[in-house]
């Protein structure tokens, strides 16, 4: 069965600090990681990672991929309170028609 | 482009009673999912579409619950009987599908937070 495991659940950061989340999966017939932000609502897509060592950015967030130890991070330098959410990352398996598995999420705090 | 549209945005029913909830994907997606969110499992897939079809509804969490895609621009789920264990958020989210580029990044509607009494 695919496993998508974030560490850690929870993260309390100062304005200013950089942080970086976790992101390990065991998946057959991967085919590619996604990474979404929650807040109050929705989630809504950050990055999608297919290759190992390519860097997506974006702004202050950047996410990077390895397929050899099977794991993403993704980091937020100079953290904003507005960077508050909760973070998800999903695997998507060329198998499943296309359908995500989503691991249980990092829930950030970003303080004054 | 509107985005995913789901209504209703809140429901409060009595246990026992229908419910349904409605979707509409974005414009030329060929693929849909179900999802529901609760704070102790997180989110989980209930069903998926593609192009209108069931593909798999392995998460159905029982027979009360049931799906439908009668065209390529509306989705229902709907609860019967409803139960108090039913209540969380459902999230309908729409992607490009299979054969098209990034065709399983997935893009969430605002969902539709259900409370049953």
């Known amino acids: 069965e695919d496993k998508v495991v974030q560490s850690p659940l929870s993260l309390v950061v100062h304005e200013g600090d950089t942080v970086t989340l976790n992101c390990s999966y065991e998946?057959?017939?991967?085919?590619?990681l996604l990474w979404y932000k929650q807040e109050k609502k929705a989630p809504t897509f950050l990055f999608m990672l297919t290759s190992s060592g390519i860097e997506k950015k974006s702004g202050r967030l950047s996410s990077i991929l390895d397929k050899k130890e099977l794991f993403s991070i993704l980091n937020i330098t100079a953290t904003q309170t507005g960077d508050s959410a909760i973070y998800l990352c999903a695997s998507a398996n060329s198998n499943s028609g296309y359908a995500l598995n989503f691991g249980k999420g990092t829930s950030l705090l970003v303080t004054p | 482009d509107a985005g995913v549209i789901q209504s209703p945005r809140h429901e409060v029913t009595e246990m026992g009673q229908e419910v349904t909830l409605r979707c509409k994907p974005i414009?030329?997606?060929?693929?849909l999912f179900w999802y529901r969110q609760t704070m102790m499992r997180g989110l989980e897939l209930l069903i998926y579409f593609n192009n209108n079809v069931p593909i798999d509804d392995s998460g159905m969490p029982e027979d009360r619950f049931s799906a439908k895609m009668p065209n390529a621009s509306f989705s229902t789920l709907k609860i019967q009987p409803s139960e108090p264990r039913d209540s969380a958020v459902y999230f309908c989210a729409s992607s490009p599908g299979p054969g098209r580029g990034e065709g399983e990044t997935q893009y969430f509607g605002p969902g539709t937070r259900l409370l049953v009494l």
């Open positions: 998946v057959t017939n991967f085919r590619s």
């Open positions: 414009s030329g997606h060929n693929s």
